[in-house]
């Protein structure tokens, strides 16, 4: 992770917030389809918004935990292995560097210089033999990155809702400012998804828009198709 510590959950925050706010307007676009009114639409939207929240960070919490028990456990055993069969462990280390171009002679040179400290050499066979690195973020972190970013940007496209309630606005503009404040929040969280992707920021800001308004036309769609068991219900 580059950039500093205020970066190491960007991925977290980018992501939670795209799954935040689409599934969050798909629920909007379906209620409204099936023109069912706003009180439904803040129901099931914030029952969606906290629940799909908790269940998105406390798998992202439990799989951050799940890397590190697995790295921790490994490293258990090169250490294991490193006490009680160090010369199988550096024949590795040498073959290691041997099939990545070093000759025979260079190989035992660097595996001479990385074996004279029993932490960095097991550090040296997690990442050389295993091709594990340990992760240097908390995984209660990142569940919280993913629940404030998908409880932020899944709002948006509610707020219109709850200011109905206080001052009528009409069904067809609130859905209509719940699109504007929806797509602009997709196209800006698919723009800030190049500081984690590297592409470029105008299409990858259109393809979130797009990804998102197609999501929310089937949820419309279907909710459209469906409305009438609204009212027999």
Known sequence: HHGGAEQKYLGEVVYGGLDGIVTTFAIVSGVAGAELGGGVVLILGLANLFADGLSMATGAYLSSKAELERYDEERRRELWEIDNYPEGERAELVDIYQRQGYSLEDAQSITRVLTQDRERWADVMM??????????RNPLLIGAATLAAFVAAGSLPLLVYLVDLVRPLGSSTTFAVSIALSALALFGLGAAKVRVTG???????????????????????IGYLLRGLGVSA
Do not use: K
């Open 199 to 221: 592409r470029n920021w105008l299409r990858s800001g259109l393809e979130m828009l797009v990804v998102g308004g197609l999501a929310a036309g089937v949820a419309y769609l």
């Open 127 to 136: 990442a050389q033999e295993l091709d594990l690195l340990r992760e240097d």
